[in-house]
Nanobody
Framework: QLQLVESGGGLVQPGGSLRLSCAAS????????IGWFRQAPGKERETVSC????????IYADSVKGRFTISRDNAKNTVYLQMNSLKPEDTAVYYC???????????????????WGQGTQVTVSS
């Protein structure tokens, strides 16, 4: 059974960096599109970034372009989200999600993803 576990969240000052990890078990990650999404208190969940199963293509929300980088290590069954130049508005619970459909079919919309992790809190504050 597919399980996703996020880690790497925490408290960081504005301008700082964090690297989130999404470790998968029960599947061979090579076949899955992976997405990162976030939800801030009182707000709807929003897209952060998605990566194709091969790692060759990525999609970013405009709000994180140039600051966040998604990557994957299929040999380790893990997807990463490197977050630099963090801002207070990046504060949210970050979730990773997986789906067997290819990214060119799935896009990068949360409602399309079938499997979700439990989330990791990221707080950007001085």
């Amino acid at each position: 059974q597919l399980q996703l576990v996020e880690s790497g969240g925490g408290l960081v000052q504005p301008g700082g960096s964090l690297r989130l990890s999404c470790a998968a078990s029960g599947i061979t990650l090579d076949y899955y599109t992976i997405g990162w999404f976030r939800q801030a208190p009182g707000k709807e969940r929003e897209t952060v970034s998605c990566i194709s199963n091969s790692g060759g293509n990525a999609i970013y929300a405009d709000s994180v372009k140039g600051r966040f980088t998604i990557s994957r290590d299929n040999a380790k069954n893990t997807v990463y989200l490197q977050m630099n130049s963090l801002k207070p508005e990046d504060t949210a619970v970050y979730y990773c999600a997986a789906d067997i459909r290819k990214m060119y079919v799935l896009g990068c919309v949360d409602t399309g993803f079938g499997s979700w992790g439990q989330g990791t809190q990221v707080t950007v504050s001085s």
